[in-house]
């Protein structure tokens, strides 16, 4: 045996290699991110990952510590996912079983995190003269090299190789709004200091424009200066930007992207939401994706989410090939799974306790799970003729903070169980708010007890995870009780609380 030979058979099998967790593609882009780090001068690269919520949550370290966790993957605390909206610990992580009866999460031990070398970009506003600054994606693994249990990014692989096994894909268009204002403080106090459990008062913002005049061009050009900082620094990134526009209340934005794989999808809402809030807030602005503000006159925002199948070949296979249809027989079908279960997944698509005031009659919002035609009073607006490849089901119930792997993973669980069960979606709704369907949760308790009941999303998340979610979710809805039962307070029929304010402005 030839000396480069046996020394490379003595040498360890690297983390990565060991449990052969990158596909081709993604060595080969690990080889060439190795030549780039060669000649680029970076100080850090932020090594990121989503916690349960979507937050993006990161270390940052050193060029040689990334270069090392191409090979071994690099340690984090499995603590980001044991927290709630206010960073309040759930679960009793130092009692055997972690508080959650298992084993491996006993004592709140490390993870690795291995780097997705597919998502690595340089954050073009955090140039300094000593170097820039790196990101990148990473996946969620015990040290045995097990997938993380309560990985959202594993969880949504894991529906996509059902798609992947029948030889289709699930591509993704982002149409999410959200709000733009101006910082008026110059510096943070006490009562902006918070504790475990309880988030301080936000920092305070002022409108950057009165809002109120739909795609009014002149008070879109008060934010152009922001807005053209952003366009810049997401095609730095690539992200693909397809549009801005200036929505409905003061400072509200809604942004929409090109429509791409769903992994890939996902991956862009969570550095779109991270990279929005750090570009802005450097010009002196706050960007927020709460859905509805506690501030005067703020409407609710939401993310609307655009969803088709396509075969090996890409062709779009909810595209109808008849006159007067909407969508294919076997979109329908999935059409009919997405209706079927939309109220234990609305969860996933509303996970706050403010997301919920969205559901109201004629609000540009659904309160039920029906459908229509071209209709954005449904929960589910279908899009398609024949011969239009974009032929597509565009979910209206999501919020701007919910968490994007998980959103989707849902849409094909539930779409899926639609196909195989030949689901009916029954005839489309021409008055949704007056249709006969099942009305939405009307908060965050209501939804978690219809996941709880779910059947499907026990088997397809598994019960481990949806076990965990409930119980993080009803620790962030029980202190919201806890708090109107301590202060008497009535929650608003269309408004929304302080605590809700506090809990989500900055946070989201």
């Known amino acids: 045996m030839k000396g480069l030979e046996f020394q490379k058979a003595m040498t360890p099998a690297s983390f990565i290699e060991q449990h052969e967790l990158w596909t081709d593609d993604q060595k080969r882009r690990a080889a060439e991110l190795k030549l780039f780090l060669d000649r680029t001068k970076l100080q850090f690269v932020r090594i990121a990952w989503a916690d349960p919520h979507g937050a993006s949550r990161a270390k940052a ?12 993957g690099y340690n984090i605390n499995v603590a980001t996912t044991t927290l709630d909206s206010a960073n309040a610990r759930t679960f009793a992580s130092f009692t055997r079983g972690g508080g959650m009866g298992l084993p491996e999460m006993t004592g709140s031990p490390n993870l690795t995190i291995v780097p997705d070398p597919m998502t690595f970009r340089v954050l073009p506003w955090a140039e300094a003269p000593g170097g820039g600054v790196g990101w990148i994606l990473a996946d969620e693994y015990f040290n045995s090299g097990v997938p993380f249990h309560f990985s959202p990014r594993h969880l949504l692989r894991q529906q996509l190789r059902r798609l992947n096994e029948r030889g289709w894909n699930l591509v ?5 709004e959200w709000y733009l204002a101006r910082v008026v403080q110059d510096e943070l106090g006490d009562d902006n200091i918070g504790a475990p459990g309880l988030r301080g008062v936000p920092v305070k913002t002022a409108p950057i424009e009165p809002g109120y005049s739909y795609h009014s061009e002149s008070n879109m050009d008060l934010m152009q200066p922001v807005l053209a900082a952003l366009a810049q620094a997401f095609e730095k990134i690539n992200l693909p930007l397809r549009s801005v526009e200036n929505e409905w209340g003061p400072g509200q934005v809604e942004c929409t992207f090109a429509a791409r794989d769903a992994l890939e999808a996902a991956d862009n809402m969570v550095l779109f939401r991270t990279a929005t809030k750090q570009i802005v807030r450097r010009m002196g602005c706050f960007a927020t994706f709460m859905c509805r503000l506690g501030l005067k ?64 009659p004629n609000s540009l919002a659904p309160d039920r799970a029906g459908w229509g035609y071209d209709h954005r009073g449904a929960m589910l607006r279908v899009l398609g003729a024949p011969g239009d490849s974009a032929s597509r089901i565009e979910n209206r119930s999501g919020e701007p903070s919910a968490n994007p792997y998980l959103f989707i993973a849902s849409q094909i669980a539930a779409g899926l169980d639609g196909i195989d069960n030949k689901v009916n979606p029954g005839p489309r709704d021409d ?4 249709a006969d369907r099942p009305l939405l949760p009307k908060g965050l308790a209501a939804a978690l007890d219809a996941l709880e009941r779910s059947p499907l999303f026990r088997k397809e ?48």
């Open 461 to 508: 998340f598994g019960e481990v995870f949806v076990d965990y979610y409930l119980k993080l979710k009803r620790n962030e809805a029980g202190r919201f009780q806890r708090w109107i039962e301590a202060g008497g307070v009535q929650p608003p029929d269309d408004g929304t609380t302080d605590w809700e304010q506090r809990e989500y402005y900055d946070f989201f």
């Open 297 to 360: 006159s703020h409407y609710s925002s939401g993310w609307h989410l655009h969803q088709s199948l396509t075969d090996a070949k890409h062709a779009n296979l909810l595209m109808p090939s008849r006159d007067g249809e909407g969508l294919s027989p076997l979109g329908l079908n999935y059409l009919g799974g997405l209706l079927k279960h939309a109220v234990p997944a609305t969860v996933f698509a509303t996970p706050t306790v403010n997301g919920f005031r969205r559901f109201r």
């Open 431 to 434: 008055e949704p708010y007056a």
């Open 61 to 72: 370290v050193t060029v040689p510590a990334f270069l090392a966790a191409l090979e071994a």
């Open 172 to 176: 993704i268009g982002l149409e999410v």
